[in-house]
T-cell receptor
Framework: EADIYQTPRYLVIGTGKKITLECSQTMGHDKMYWYQQDPGMELHLIHYSYGVNSTEKGDLSSESTVSRIRTEHFPLTLESARPSHTSQYLC????????????FGDGTRLSIL | KNQVEQSPQSLIILEGKNCTLQCNYTVSPFSNLRWYKQDTGRGPVSLTIMTFSENTKSNGRYTATLDADTKQSSLHITASQLSDSASYICVVSDRGSTLGRLYFGRGTQLTVWP
């Protein structure tokens, strides 16, 4: 099993609230990723990082932001949650080599009321 | 446009039976193809990886095949078990970027009945 952890697992919160989804990995991986996944749909990359102080936007436009101050930690923040942000958010990490698998956390299921 | 298409969308089989899941892709230039298993409420877990030169790779009761000429892959599950119930996702990586851009299929939802 991969050592990548996401908290909280589930979050139900009202519109307008600030939210931070946590993701930590203990494998020393440089590359980390955030994906958004809706039921029956493919994963969409929303943010990624090559290492500390490196963050890039992914293919799917997202109002969220990320930071990478430490190698093991890659939190995602929504400044003002809206119902359209309701989704499952998956964090992943991988080693440096291009063929290394991405190891996924178990996700945060976010519901905005 | 780089795409990954999976079929069937969903599949129900009886415990002990075999099944085959399909994946067609248009990703170019091709780097590798992975099959992931995603249990309900969990993150995806890698089952196999196949590079351009590989035709077949097994992982226990899972056997993946790759035809790079026709851009097709299959995942064969032998002697299915209840624990095989999950979504199986085909993921293709290109080699056109340092990131190794991943293209995800929508998955095949497999249900194994006793």
């Amino acid at each position: 099993e991969a050592d990548i952890y996401q908290t909280p697992r589930y979050l139900v919160i009202g519109t307008g609230k600030k939210i931070t989804l946590e993701c930590s990995q203990t494998m020393g991986h440089d590359k980390m990723y955030w994906y958004q996944q809706d039921p029956g749909m493919e994963l969409h990359l929303i943010h990624y990082s090559y290492g500390v102080n490196s963050t890039e936007k992914g293919d799917l436009s997202s109002e969220s932001t990320v930071s990478r101050i430490r190698t093991e930690h890659f939190p995602l923040t929504l400044e003002s949650a809206r119902p359209s942000h309701t989704s499952q958010y998956l964090c992943a990490s991988s080693g440096a080599a291009i063929n290394q698998p991405q190891h996924f956390g178990d996700g945060t299921r976010l519901s905005i009321l | 446009k780089n795409q990954v298409e999976q079929s069937p969308q969903s599949l129900i089989i009886l415990e002990g039976k075999n099944c085959t899941l399909q994946c067609n892709y248009t990703v170019s230039p091709f780097s590798n193809l992975r099959w992931y298993k995603q249990d309900t409420g969990r993150g995806p877990v890698s089952l196999t990886i196949m590079t351009f030169s590989e035709n077949t790779k097994s992982n226990g009761r899972y056997t993946a095949t790759l035809d790079a000429d026709t851009k097709q892959s299959s995942l064969h599950i032998t002697a299915s078990q209840l624990s095989d119930s999950a979504s199986y996702i085909c993921v293709v990586s290109d080699r056109g970027s340092t990131l190794g851009r991943l293209y995800f299929g929508r998955g095949t939802q497999l249900t194994v009945w006793p």
